[in-house]
């Protein structure tokens, strides 16, 4: 399934549902009509590249957001993999499935991409849609970066921050799980969380030396970047800043797609320059330790046993 | 859901998935282990990128072909649209939604992922997995090249070939859906289709200036040629070589999932150097007319309707 130009398009309902996409994007798609999309790589930057996929009842459900929010936030989680390696974004690719009965709502969905490509200062580059049982959208994100932030960077002694406020999404999921409504601002970071782009080449510029972005939960997620570095890390739960309306720092150190930035910095970062920039809090939560020292959750003087992580693949 | 090297995951599920697949990639997994791989394109070179899609009961079904043999279609499917574009695949992106109950066929589908990029010389680059009710793979390649051939480079004058020998795959799914068994020409020529890499740069550096895949059909696929190119087309269709089997060369031309090239050229193409090259036929089947000439599919002096396409969301 070749993308292709509105122009150039012949009959039939796949192409129809391209033009509805082409249609909805505008000029915010580029350079589609061929069999793959060519691309530009500013000259010696390295190509980042990610894919994500979020599924219907999986990772979205459609009694819970809407059709544009859907598309937003799928796009949107894509993106954070670029803002955790402090890339810029070169544009993106989307893999629609959608059922044959439910394509009525695929220009909503378009225009949820449109969103959050536009929030990133992006482009929609390619792509194609198929018929399927269940709605799906996968998304490749290709971005550009001199130096790429990456998982393996910390040494200990280097210091863990952390962006935004957590536990947003988390208290929105269990309110749905419970048949009530979540409270405005918890389905908001739910729906439409910001991939931290602007902020991750900001903190790259400052001293971080290494990110990643908090989908699995900030107790798993930290996990990972002391994992993939080789050191131990000691970090005070009671320091992490929570969404108003959530008390529960060790349910909110395991809600996952938050989409926050857990960052090492070997130099102490400016928190108040930051929250100026970006209106957006940057908190100190811990320190890189050595291998030996392990890892090591606190909330205040009180060790906590790990959080739990987010299992996408969990029942 | 980020990419992670083995020796970096947390428990679960989704982890289990992703180990599963990285033991079976082995050293054909590179660069794995960030929330986003880091590619270097050559300098010069352009980067070209495209999305592709497998689903189960549209594009394959199981009891149709192997696991294995789905992992490698669904991979190489993808491929060849970088084979269009005359590029040099840098390496692929893997989105896999599988069944919970399904998870036992995931290290073949790997094995068979692997057989594909090692039959194009590349690598497995990042992915994810997720649970979900349908298989499905998706499929992100990435290439490189210096000038990509394009679908707008036809100009009047020009000639088309095709490469290879069609109507295999349509053969074997119509045999497949009358509840008989495919011929096994018919059905390899499903299961394990090549992308036409190597052949595409030889084309480009003889005089090719346009191409396509032909994943819709040659009918399909030649319109979308001439469309995205502004100009006419005369293909005789009685010049398109056949898989051994098929008569019909009208269904053969509305074979999709061919994964051959239809390429336009400048110059006159050496056929017999190809077909020494590649073990391949070269076919010279019409030429470029002017727009005002329109889409012409002949049979020899008989001018026949247009075939139909191949739409993967019909019925």
Same mark, same amino acid.
């Given at each position: 399934m070749p993308e292709s130009a509105a122009g150039a398009l012949g009959p039939g309902p796949e192409f129809d549902a391209i033009r509805v996409l082409l249609e909805r994007w505008g000029p915010r798609a !580029?350079?589609? $009509?061929?069999d793959a999309t060519i691309v530009r790589v500013p000259r010696g930057d390295a190509l980042v590249a990610s894919v994500d996929t979020a599924i219907e $009842?999986?990772?979205?459900r459609t009694n819970w957001i809407t059709p544009r929010e859907i598309g937003y936030r799928a796009v949107t989680a894509a993106l954070s993999d670029l803002a955790a390696m402090a890339a810029q974004p070169l544009g993106v690719l989307l893999a629609i499935a959608i059922p044959n009965d439910r394509q009525n709502i695929l220009a909503d969905i378009a225009d949820g991409v449109g969103d959050a490509v536009d929030a990133a200062q992006t482009h929609i580059l390619g792509g194609n849609v198929s018929s399927a049982d269940q709605l799906s959208l996968t998304t490749t994100v290709l971005g550009a970066a001199f130096s790429p932030l990456r998982r393996d960077g910390l040494r200990p002694g280097d210091q863990l921050y952390v962006t935004g406020r957590l536990g947003g999404p988390g208290a929105a999921v269990a309110a749905w799980r419970q048949g009530t409504t979540p409270q405005v601002e918890h389905r908001a970071r739910f729906s439409h969380p910001t991939a931290r782009i602007r902020e991750a080449r900001w903190l790259a510029d400052r001293g971080a030396v290494a990110a990643i972005d908090i989908s699995d939960g900030l107790a798993a997620d930290a996990e990972h970047l002391a994992l993939a570095s080789a050191v131990g890390i000691d970090v005070d739960l009671a320091l992490v800043p929570l969404v108003? $309306? !959530?008390?529960?720092v060790v349910a909110a150190a395991s809600s $996952? +797609? +938050?989409?926050e930035l857990l960052v090492g910095s070997r130099t102490a970062l400016d928190s108040a320059e930051f929250e100026r920039a970006f209106d957006l809090p940057l908190t100190h939560i811990g320190r890189v330790t050595s291998c030996d020292d392990g890892i090591l959750f606190r909330r205040g003087s009180e060790r906590v046993a790990k959080p739990s992580g987010y299992d996408h693949l969990s029942p």
């Open positions: !580029v350079g589609i $009509g061929d $009842g999986r990772h979205f108003a $309306g !959530v008390a529960d $996952g +797609e +938050e989409y």
